[in-house]
Nanobody, 115 residues
Framework: VQLQASGGGLVQSGGSLRVSCRASGFSLDYYSIAWFRQAPGKEREGVSCIGTSDGSTYYSDSVKGRFTISRDRAENTVYLRMNSLKPEDTAVYYC?????????WGQGTQVTVSS
């Protein structure tokens, strides 16, 4: 099981970015994927997740209405589209999957939003 996150970068406040999480060793048809983020000096927090069969989604209150999670089954990749970015969205973004009691994490991708 491997997760490879990419797509972070530097963007101005109000801008947009899309981060990606490419999964290997398992199918997104059977396991959900979540995005977390961790800002300097803060605990890691859940941002969004997408389910398996019905593709149900969840968003934290802090990103609801601005972020959209989606998946591409053919590419076995989950995307997080982030619009109307704010400086407080600055963090390292990690993708995660839980399988049979084990957490797997991607390496993280830095998102920096300048004011």
């Amino acid at each position: 099981v491997q997760l490879q996150a990419s797509g972070g970068g530097l963007v101005q406040s109000g801008g947009s970015l899309r981060v990606s999480c490419r999964a290997s060793g398992f199918s997104l048809d059977y396991y959900s994927i979540a995005w977390f983020r961790q800002a300097p000096g803060k605990e890691r927090e859940g941002v969004s997740c997408i389910g398996t069969s019905d593709g149900s989604t969840y968003y934290s209150d802090s990103v609801k209405g601005r972020f959209t999670i989606s998946r591409d089954r053919a590419e076995n990749t989950v995307y997080l589209r982030m619009n109307s970015l704010k400086p407080e969205d600055t963090a390292v973004y990690y993708c995660n999957t839980q399988q049979r009691g084990t957490d797997y994490w991607g390496q993280g991708t830095q998102v920096t939003v300048s004011s």
